[in-house]
């Protein structure tokens, strides 16, 4: 897990936060040296700024994934990340049944383990989750994710358009 | 450098847009470079690209032209994930 903290002294568009928490995952359920497991309380956090997690989170989810066969050990594992970052709450960015690894092999299924959480700071500000690069020769499918400042609504009365109203 | 950033920002220097490539390397530079040379097809390059298990080559920081490395204080273990912004 690592995270670095993007700042914009102007306010991150236009919002009055003015930082953004980006964390990269690599999950490997294993405490076999070197690697070891990170629980979800040190992925998600109450934040009052924005925080994106990204990464391979090697989970299956049947909100991802609804067509998917879990085993026990899956559906434990992947419901402890998962309802643990929606009580705080986080957002899944990730579009369901759009999957993000095409195994070589013709024996296993594509899957979702390339997940983008985003806390309600941020939630606002991402335009698209998307897939829109090619295959680099892995098994994977690179992840886009864009931030925006959302569209500015104006008040119903005032909005400029073909049938526009003014009542004054 | 000025000039690629006005693509993300409008004539008050707000920025627009905030594009964020998220990918497994799975250890491999073949997959590292073709992700980036890859980013040509995009109408905006990232700003941020979130790497898990980049290709290490003897614990040395790897990069790519533009942008600036981030990565956690021990590249001991492999397959840390790091980061890498344009710069």
């Known amino acids: 897990m690592h995270s670095v903290d993007l700042l914009d002294p102007e306010g991150l568009f236009g919002f009055p936060h003015r930082s953004l928490r ?13 690697y070891r497991s990170i629980p979800p309380e040190r992925l998600f956090s109450f934040l009052s700024y924005p925080h994106l997690v990204l990464g391979d989170f090697n989970l299956h989810h049947l ?3 609804p067509c998917r066969s879990l085993s026990e050990r899956d559906f434990t594992l992947s419901a402890r990340y998962f309802d643990f970052a929606f009580d705080i709450p986080y957002d899944l960015l990730n579009t369901p049944r759009v999957y993000t690894r095409f195994p070589f ?24 989750w998307d897939m829109p690069l090619p295959s ?3 098994d994977d499918l690179p992840c886009v994710i864009t931030l925006k400042p959302p569209a500015i609504m104006l008040p119903p009365l005032l909005r400029i358009g073909p049938s526009l109203t003014c009542i004054w | 450098m000025e000039n690629f950033f006005t693509q993300y920002m ?4 707000v920025l627009l847009s905030f594009p964020i490539v998220q990918y497994n390397c799975l250890g491999s530079w073949d997959v590292y470079l073709s992700l980036f040379h890859s980013f040509t097809l995009l109408p905006h ?3 941020l690209v979130v790497i898990q298990d980049p290709p290490s080559r003897q614990l040395v920081l790897m990069t790519f032209p533009g942008f600036l490395s981030f990565a956690p204080p021990s590249l001991a273990a492999p397959g ?8």
């Open chain 1, 22 to 34: 980006v964390t990269s995952v690599y999950l490997l359920h294993t405490n076999r040296s070197p």
């Open chain 1, 63 to 65: 909100l991802v994934d």
């Open chain 1, 105 to 128: 092999d013709t024996v296993s299924r594509a899957s979702v383990l390339d997940l983008a959480f985003a806390n309600t700071a941020v939630s606002p500000l991402v335009s698209l």
């Open chain 1, 136 to 138: 680099t020769g892995s």
């Open chain 2, 10 to 13: 409008d004539s008050s220097a």
């Open chain 2, 45 to 47: 390059p990232p700003l």
């Open chain 2, 80 to 87: 840390w994930p790091f980061m890498l912004l344009v710069f």
